[in-house]
């Protein structure tokens, strides 16, 4: 089972651990932080979302930092979610799937029409992650970096929590 702590300093060392772990992705988006960075950016948000629309989770399994979770409720459309970045410590486990699901079955039961997402185009085993989950591309744009990104949404309006992903 999976526990779902909302971020706070004292979870910072945990952070920083998942972050650390997925130096092939840093190293992709061509993103370098340093520690009091990554914290700050973790934080920030659109000005049009309020505080309590944003959500940064560290996910734990027996008391191990797993995975973070970082998304805005409202954003783009009052009806859709939009995950920022979903970075998982230890890829092959499954929590990457199980923590997508959770948040789909949070999103239908709160009423969300959609979650979005945005992929590097080069992050060829991310995309085949979201393909697998149901997320399909709905355009290609250009990013910061001279990177490109595929813009990804699931249109939760058909999918109900308990015929898929309990």
């Known amino acids: 089972m999976l526990d779902y702590l909302p971020y706070n300093p004292l ?3 945990d952070v ?3 972050f650390n772990a997925n130096r092939p992705y840093l190293a992709l988006s061509k993103t370098i932080f340093d520690e009091e960075s990554l914290l700050a950016d973790l934080q920030q948000r659109p000005a049009s979302i309020l505080p309590e629309n944003k959500h940064l989770e560290v996910i734990y399994c027996q008391q191990q930092a ?3 979770l970082d998304y805005l409720t409202g954003y783009k459309t009052a009806d859709s979610v939009y995950l920022g970045l979903l970075l ?3 890829h092959g486990q499954g929590f990457g799937k199980q923590i997508v699901r959770a948040l789909i079955n949070r ?3 709160a009423g969300y029409k959609e ?3 945005a992929v590097l185009t080069e992050n060829r085993a991310a995309l085949a992650f979201w393909q697998l989950l149901g997320f399909t591309i709905f355009d290609t744009v250009a ?3 001279d990177l490109k990104v ?3 949404q699931l249109r939760l309006s058909s999918l109900t929590s308990e015929e898929h992903f309990l």
């Open 150 to 152: 595929h813009k990804m």
């Open 143 to 145: 990013y910061e970096k």
């Open 107 to 109: 999103s239908i039961v």
């Open 11 to 13: 979870l910072n060392a």
């Open 115 to 117: 979650i979005e997402l």
């Open 66 to 68: 797993v995975a973070i």
């Open 88 to 90: 998982v410590k230890e």
């Open 16 to 18: 920083l651990t998942i």
